[in-house]
């Protein structure tokens, strides 16, 4: 096991190296940073004061090593707009973005399951079909219309739940279903696809021909082999939420780092842009590690790998 853990924590590492370059590398590709920080009324010695100020006139190596010192100090510079440290944009906001990410990825696992093993146990009925059918409308209908669709709905017809703000839990409930939804096709076939592999192998015919109870059958020895593969996948579409989540907490006005990352990209706020993609490229290699550590104590063959 110590073996398995120091590989994943050498490839995690180098990833997050990787990404730290891409994101490094992705503002100075856009252009020239003095001149976009300027705007299109600074002189040229305006400019270049910028570049000598911000040490954009260092070679991009030096840049970057200093950049990269400044982040593992948590220091990721102030910003543009706000005029305010990034660290403290991003401490205020992020709690509200984990929380709808977990809250809708409890919907997604909580609807996801129970219909990925309905779907393989009643495997081509109408239960089945129904069950594929909310698979397939997930997969092609647009999240913000979905969204907008449960506005009309609670907010506006029933008036059981609040438009916009994230000032009680409340607030979180259709975006939770809204960004939940988007997640559920993926982890629903998955569970399907793999219940029937273990409904269909020698172990789970050996415990029925012994008489073990259904049930017993079903959750204790088919569900826990068939939910490996989940782990891994719900890991991913958690760090899939926590990007994706730009458009949901627009469409509900919640001041979560989505909201701060669209906010930046439309005033060119470089630093928040920057530190918003590594924070989100960290957090989605942390999670994938975990789901691989999780999966190596359901499944030890994995350890030996």
Partial sequence: MLGFLLRRLGIALCVAVTVSLISFSLLHLSGDLATAIGGP???????????VQYGLDKPLATQYVNWLGDVLRLDLGNSF????????????????TLSL????????????????????????????????????LGQAMPSFWFALMLIVLFAVTLHWLPVSGNATWAHFVMPAIALGYYAT???????????LDVLASDYIRTARAKGLRPGRVLFKHALRNALIPVVAVAAVEFGFMLGGSVVIETVFSLQGIGQLAWDAIA????????????????????????????????DPRIRVR
């Fill in 267 to 298: 005033r060119n706020d470089f630093p928040v842009v920057q530190a918003v993609v590594l924070l989100i490229a960290l957090i989605y290699i942390v999670l994938t590690l975990l789901a691989d550590l999780l999966n190596a104590v359901l």
């Fill in 81 to 96: 707009f706000f005029q305010e440290s990034v660290y403290n944009l991003i401490a205020s906001r992020l709690p509200i």
């Fill in 185 to 195: 096709p993926a982890i629903m076939r998955l569970t399907r696809a793999g219940m």
């Fill in 101 to 136: 990410g977990a809250m809708a990825l409890v919907v997604a696992l909580v609807v996801a399951i129970p219909l990925g093993v309905l779907a393989a146990v009643k495997r081509d009925t109408w239960i089945d079909r129904l069950a594929l059918s909310i698979a397939v």
């Fill in 41 to 51: 009324e600074a002189s040229s010695e305006q400019i270049e004061q910028i570049r």
